[in-house]
């Protein structure tokens, strides 16, 4: 499969990074654009500007390369929640709704370029695959940390408020990406806050 023209000054901007961030870049623009599963390693080399040999001296195979793309999107997901949780101490509160609308602000670039984990999962249909994994462990821990959110928040059954919320993050971002829902971002954290504050009034009855 053909990809598609290089951004507007991507090649003087890729040529400055270093190899392996190179091919990383690649990959990243070729797996939203084809999916994993319909990318080929030589695509990638190409787009890198470097050749095969040299991609695999920096990942052994292409499950590598694409297990170590989906942990960098992770590790990015996991900052905004350690930004969300220092930036308001203990209010589960305003950590709930500082989540909600750090997906609401990504939204326009989903709309773009699709979820990188919802886009993955269907091209990695082994539930033993390193990079799934990774998936599920990511989406875990993230569901851990907004549980103690909405318990700091109060909330009566905070693993149950958390699921719901959940639900609507994901929701959201899915309905972005279809076109199906307008001012999404501005229903999410409508939505989220009005989960949130039903959870704790009925601890308070």
């Avoid at 269907?122 to 318990?151: F, V, W």
């Avoid at 700091?152 to 972005?176: C, K, N, Y």
């Amino acid at each position: 499969m053909t990809s598609s023209p290089p951004r507007p000054g991507r090649d003087s901007r890729v040529a400055r990074l270093p190899p392996r961030e190179r091919i990383l870049d690649a990959a990243e623009e070729l797996f939203l654009l084809e999916g994993v599963r319909a990318v080929g390693v030589q695509a990638i080399a190409e787009r890198a500007q470097t050749t095969k040999m040299a991609l695999y001296r920096h990942f052994a195979t292409k499950d590598a390369l694409i297990e170590e793309w989906l942990r960098i999107v992770a590790v990015g997901y996991s900052a905004a929640f350690d930004q969300v949780e220092a930036e308001h101490g203990n209010d589960g509160r305003a950590q709930v709704l500082g989540v909600a609308r750090f997906i609401a602000e990504g939204l326009p670039d989903i709309a773009r370029r699709g979820c990188p984990f919802v886009n993955s999962i269907a091209g990695l249909p082994d539930p033993g695959h390193p990079a799934r994994r990774l998936i599920e462990n990511h989406k875990a821990e993230q569901r851990r940390r907004l549980t103690a959110m909405c318990e700091r928040a109060g909330a009566h059954e905070p693993d149950d408020v958390s699921a719901e919320i959940t639900f609507l993050l994901e929701g959201a971002q899915i309905s972005t990406q279809n076109g199906s829902v307008d001012r999404a971002g501005q229903r999410l954290v409508a939505a989220v806050t009005a989960v949130l504050d039903r959870g704790v009034a009925a601890r308070e009855e």
